[in-house]
C-alpha cells in the first residue's frame, strides 16, 4: 500500500521564481493538507484541500497557492521566491469522516520536498 | 487559538534510560493531541494520539503519552530508550472540528540516545 509520494524531493530556486510541488496521497484519502517545515522548526500548516476547493487556510500570504485534482492528488504553488521560502513542504493526506472535518483524523505524511531558495 | 509548547529542544539520554519529553498546550476547545516522531530524511510517522478516551494512551515503539487537563500537558515517555530512538519528536495539538481542525505543532524536541 503506497503512502503519500512527493515530488521532487530536492530542488535549487533563485529568488523571484516560481514553484509547483506535487504530492499524491495514500491510496483511499480523499484530502490533503500542506505544511511548511523550516529548519529547527515544527510543521506549518499552509492549507487543506477537500473536494477540489481549498477548504482552510493558515497565515500563508497569496503566492502560496493550490489545486486538487480529481484523482486526489494535489499541487502546492508558490510564485515571486523569498529567500524565507526555503523550507521543507510536507504533504499530508488523511480521509474526510461522515459529517465533516475533525481534528481527530490522522495525517499520513511524506517524506516531503526539500525547496531551497538562492 | 491553539499553540503547543515543547520544553527542551535537545534531550539526550543513555541507552536503557527514561526518556521523557515534555509537552504542553493551549487551546480554546476540547483538544485532540499527538505526538510525531521524524526520521532523518523522511516524513512524520504517528507515534499516538489522544482524542479524549483514556487519558493514558500507549503508542507505538513503547511510547506513551498520558493527558493532564489541569497541567495542560501532553508528555511523553518511554522506559527504556533504544538507541533506534533518536529522532525529532513533535507534540501537536487540534480542536473538535470548525476550523480547529488543523494541527499546530511545536518546535520539536531531538532525542540523542548514547551508548
Known amino acids: 500500500d503506497a503512502g503519500v509520494t512527493q515530488s521532487p524531493t530536492h530542488l535549487i530556486k533563485t529568488r523571484g521564481q516560481q514553484v509547483t510541488l506535487r504530492c499524491s496521497p495514500k491510496?483511499?484519502?480523499?484530502?490533503v493538507s500542506w505544511y511548511q517545515q523550516a529548519l529547527g522548526q515544527g510543521p506549518q500548516f499552509i492549507f487543506q484541500?477537500?473536494?477540489?476547493?481549498?477548504?482552510q487556510r493558515g497565515n500563508f500570504p497569496d503566492r502560496f497557492s493550490g489545486h486538487q485534482f480529481p484523482n486526489y492528488s494535489s499541487e502546492l504553488n508558490v510564485n515571486a521566491l523569498l529567500l524565507g521560502d526555503s523550507a521543507l513542504y510536507l504533504c499530508?493526506?488523511?480521509?474526510?469522516?461522515?459529517?465533516?472535518?475533525?481534528?481527530?483524523?490522522?495525517?499520513?505524511f511524506g517524506a516531503g520536498s526539500r525547496l531551497t531558495v538562492l | 487559538a491553539q499553540s503547543v509548547t515543547q520544553l527542551g529542544s535537545h534531550v539526550s539520554v543513555s541507552e536503557g534510560a527514561l526518556v521523557l519529553l515534555r509537552c504542553n498546550y493551549s487551546?480554546?476547545?476540547?483538544?485532540?493531541l499527538f505526538w510525531y516522531v521524524q526520521y532523518p530524511n523522511q516524513g512524520l510517522q504517528l507515534l499516538l494520539k489522544y482524542t479524549s478516551a483514556a487519558t493514558l494512551v500507549k503508542g507505538i515503539n513503547g511510547f506513551e503519552a498520558e493527558f493532564k487537563k489541569s497541567e495542560t500537558s501532553f508528555h511523553l515517555t518511554k522506559p527504556s530508550a533504544h538507541m533506534s530512538d533518536a529522532a525529532e519528536y513533535f507534540c501537536a495539538v487540534s480542536g473538535a472540528g470548525g476550523s480547529n481542525y488543523k494541527l499546530t505543532f511545536g518546535k520539536g524536541t531531538l532525542l540523542t540516545v548514547n551508548p
Open positions: 491510496s483511499g484519502h480523499d484530502t
Open positions: 484541500y477537500y473536494e477540489e476547493e481549498e477548504r
Open positions: 487551546s480554546s476547545v476540547p483538544p485532540y
Open positions: 499530508a493526506s488523511s480521509l474526510a469522516m461522515i459529517g465533516g472535518f475533525s481534528g481527530a483524523n490522522v495525517l499520513t
